[in-house]
């Protein structure tokens, strides 16, 4: 079946850039999205980008894509303390009805 | 700009009771979800909602799991006789043009 995965843990200090990445493994995927869960809060999404594009910027966050590979990225720029979370990365196809597939989540420390 | 709600933020309840938990999904959107997240697990996907009617559940989903989108609006999941594994958060999702934001989540504790 479909299947995500990231790291799970990723430390850098306060103003480097921080890069989580991320594979996939359904070759149908549609949508790849990146989520952002605070502590005891709830799934904000961050950003997504569609299957047919390899880069998408907005503001400090640049996702990349590597179609070929099956490989998601999500760079933030200025990494702030404000940062620190897990971040999650899913994709859906429309062929799965559009159902997301998770990861396990990236918990992301940003080290004054 | 347009949000998932879903109510009530909190729900403790008795083991073996029913609980009904509220979506209000963004309004131009087409498809429905409800995902649930055990603390310090994976989200796990239960079940899509698409033309009023259920396109795809998971193994989770079993009898005692219904949804429902009664009034055009409003998009519930009902859990008829809650056990101690069902405690965990509940997040709504609607989709549209590969957007698919999510609610803020209930939390649900079975005792």
């Known amino acids: 079946g479909e299947d995500v995965e990231q790291s799970l843990f990723l430390s850098v200090r306060e103003g480097d850039s921080s890069v989580i990445n991320c594979t996939y493994t359904d070759s149908s995927s549609t949508y790849l999205y990146w989520y952002k869960q605070e502590p005891g809060a709830g799934l904000q999404l961050l950003t997504y980008?569609?299957?047919n594009m390899d880069m998408k910027q907005d503001q400090r966050l640049t996702v990349l894509l590597n179609k070929k590979d099956k490989h998601l990225s999500l760079r933030i720029a200025d990494t702030q303390t404000g940062d620190s979370a897990i971040y999650f990365c899913a994709e859906s196809s429309a062929g799965n009805n559009r159902k997301l597939i998770w990861g396990l989540g990236t918990s992301l420390a940003v080290n004054p | 700009e347009p949000e998932v709600t879903q109510t009530p933020s909190h729900q403790v309840t008795q083991m073996g009771q029913e609980v009904i938990l509220r979506c209000v999904p963004i309004?131009?959107?087409?498809?429905f979800y409800w995902y649930r997240q055990i603390l310090g697990q994976k989200v796990e996907f239960l079940v899509s909602?698409?033309?009023?009617?259920?396109?795809?559940k998971s193994e989770i989903f079993d009898d005692q799991f219904s949804v429902e989108r009664p009034d055009g609006s409003n998009f519930t999941l009902k859990i008829r006789s809650t056990k101690l594994e069902d405690s965990a958060m509940y997040f709504c999702a609607s989709s549209e043009l590969g957007v698919t934001p999510f609610g803020p989540g209930t939390r649900l504790l079975v005792l």
């Open positions: 980008i569609f299957s």
């Open positions: 909602f698409y033309n009023n009617e259920i396109s795809e």
């Open positions: 309004s131009n959107h087409l498809y």
